[in-house]
């Protein structure tokens, strides 16, 4: 099966930027996803990457893939304290319906 | 449009009995299915459904059913409660397998098994 590794916990001051990092294993990988889960909450996708790419940016979010490395990351610029919460990074090969996620990484944004 | 709904939002079972976790969705999609999280462990597959009337297991099924007999509806049934299908349970459905298709979640069930 597929793996998927995150750091589990990242602690961050508000303001700086936050990167968390993701790893897999399927080299068939397709779209790389992040999710974030606010406590009590279900998952709200945040941004993908198709593998044909190198970098996406959406605002505050910048996403890196390596391919070669199989190193996904996810920047979160000017941390905010909404930014607390648990991401997830997840892939999905080509016309795979299914998603195997990481463990999840606990962003806390301390003042 | 609700989205993705799930209910019941809270439930205790004790060991052996029985329930089923609804799921439903008002966006049409043809995929969905139900995803459990546990702590360090992200979410892992339980089964999921490519249409009404097709179901197929994902990466931990053992002890749980699912039907699709419309494409709205999506409930996932516990036959014997164990503890160890303590959880957070989530419901999710997307228009397609392929593409960058967004997975649309529901806001979860939080299951105990005493």
């Known amino acids: 099966g597929e793996d998927v590794e995150q750091s589990l916990f990242l602690s961050v001051r508000e303001g700086d930027s936050s990167v968390i990092n993701c790893t897999y294993t399927?080299?068939?990988?397709?779209?790389l996803y992040w999710y974030k889960q606010e406590p009590g909450a279900g998952l709200q996708l945040l941004t993908y990457i198709f593998s044909n790419m190198d970098m996406k940016q959406d605002q505050r979010l910048t996403v890196l893939l390596n391919k070669k490395d199989k190193h996904l990351s996810l920047r979160i610029a000017d941390t905010q304290t909404g930014d607390s919460a648990i991401y997830f990074c997840a892939e999905r090969g080509f016309n795979d319906y299914k998603l195997s996620f990481g463990a999840g990484t606990t962003v806390t944004v301390r003042a | 449009n609700a989205g993705v709904t799930q209910t019941p939002k809270f439930q205790v079972l004790k060991t052996g009995q029985s329930m089923t976790l609804q799921c439903a969705q008002d966006m049409n999609h043809e995929y969905m299915s139900w995803y459990r999280q546990d702590p360090g462990m992200g979410l892992r597959l339980i089964h999921y459904s490519v249409g009404a009337g097709i179901t197929d297991q994902g990466e931990v099924p053992n002890g749980y059913n699912v039907s699709r007999s419309t494409t709205e509806d999506f409930p996932l049934r516990l036959l014997s409660a164990a503890p160890s299908q303590t959880s957070v349970y989530f419901c999710?459905?997307?228009?397609?397998?392929?593409?960058?298709?967004?997975?649309?979640f529901g806001p979860g069930t939080r299951l105990t098994v005493l």
């Open positions: 399927d080299s068939s990988s397709t779209y």
């Open positions: 999710a459905s997307s228009w397609t397998s392929g593409g960058a298709d967004t997975q649309y």
